[in-house]
């Protein structure tokens, strides 16, 4: 048999988004199949695991971020199904678990080779499994379930198909804002890697003009996923560097390479003229007496929040286009 059971529930319902036909594609299918393979990947890496007694405060931050996202996936997901759009919660879901739980969280608290975890960490991340699991099984039930059994010892009946869906908490607004941030960071500094072929095993220093306090918890998350020797505060330009925003912050990442000036001047301007054009358009919308009249106030108040802060993007990439040498 090419596909499994949960693999094929898995595509045809992807297949089939509310009020929509139904086209099948066998490449829906094998989504759902590596999707499965994805799932006892990640049974093998936690049982792989050794674990040491304590609590490390460090991946804290890690566990309160992902505990806040899933709090808002549940919440989703329950929209979802009050609305009968099960499509929507499912790929909501694998999004979710492909990305956040095992591209992320599983990264962030991850032992290095030949280390333990602590077993706070250890117990947390199990969990947390547990958790998308229950959310998962409506959609896969086999895999789910023996998955379930192999995470922990169970007495017999314990099954998954008779637990509880978890109920969703408050969410921490504000790790989610800094871990989001974190991540976009981390991003950042792999393309700038990629960009300038240096490998992820030579460390690289960032400099930003903003707060590097602002990533609070997650700082030390952030130096060893970005592999960076200095992450520091800075009060002017910094020469040499790969220059780019987060936000309206601005940072500067410095590989102790020589930097391609002219390929880099020309990644700086492609980033104005874009965001000229972006401003270019909000200004019109705004110069638009009826528009301005009609809409509500507080649609009004976001273009011009757009376009403020496109101006602001706009300043800061023309002064590192000028300090380029």
């Not at 890496?45 to 040491?52: D, F, H, S, V």
């Not at 969703?168 to 804002?177: G, H, M, R």
């Not at 976009?184 to 072929?197: G, M, Y």
Request: glycine content about 4%.
């Amino acid at each position: 048999m090419q596909y499994g059971a949960d693999a094929i529930r898995m595509g045809i319902l992807l297949c089939s988004p509310a009020g929509n036909d139904i086209i099948y594609d066998d490449k829906l299918i094998e989504q759902g199949r590596n999707f499965n393979n994805k799932l006892w990947n990640v049974l093998r890496l936690i049982k792989g695991w050794q674990i040491e007694e304590g609590h490390d405060t460090e991946r804290a931050a890690a566990i309160d971020w992902f505990d806040a996202k899933l709090q808002n996936t549940i919440v989703t997901i329950n929209q979802h199904f009050d609305s009968f759009r099960i499509s929507d919660a499912l790929m909501h879901l694998y999004n979710f678990i492909w990305d956040d739980f095992c591209s992320w969280y599983l990264e962030f608290i991850k032992p290095e080779f030949g280390k333990a975890i602590d077993r706070n960490t250890y117990e947390r991340t199990i969990t947390f499994f547990e958790q998308c699991l229950i959310l998962l099984h409506p959609y896969m039930p086999f895999i789910t379930e023996e998955i379930w059994h192999q995470l922990r010892d169970r007495q017999a009946g314990a099954d998954i198909i008779i637990t509880q869906i978890p109920t969703p908490k408050q969410a921490n607004t504000e790790i989610l804002q800094i871990g989001e941030t974190a991540k976009e960071l981390i991003t950042k500094v792999r393309d700038v890697r990629a960009k300038n072929n240096v490998s992820p095993k030579i460390s690289v220093d960032v400099f930003t003009d903003g707060s590097v306090e602002a990533f609070g918890v997650f700082t030390s998350i952030v130096i060893k996923m970005a592999n960076l020797g200095t992450f520091a505060h800075t009060d002017s330009e910094v020469t040499n560097t790969s220059a780019f925003l987060i936000g309206k912050q601005q940072f500067f990442a410095k590989m102790h390479i020589d930097i391609d000036v002219d390929a880099e001047r020309k990644k700086l301007q492609e980033q104005i003229d874009y965001q000229k054009g972006f401003l270019l358009s909000v200004e019109k919308k705004l110069s638009n007496e009826k528009f301005v009249s009609g809409a509500p106030a507080q649609v009004v108040d976001v273009e011009r929040k757009k376009k403020a802060d496109a101006e602001d993007k706009i300043r800061m990439l023309e002064q590192s286009l000028a300090n380029l040498r």
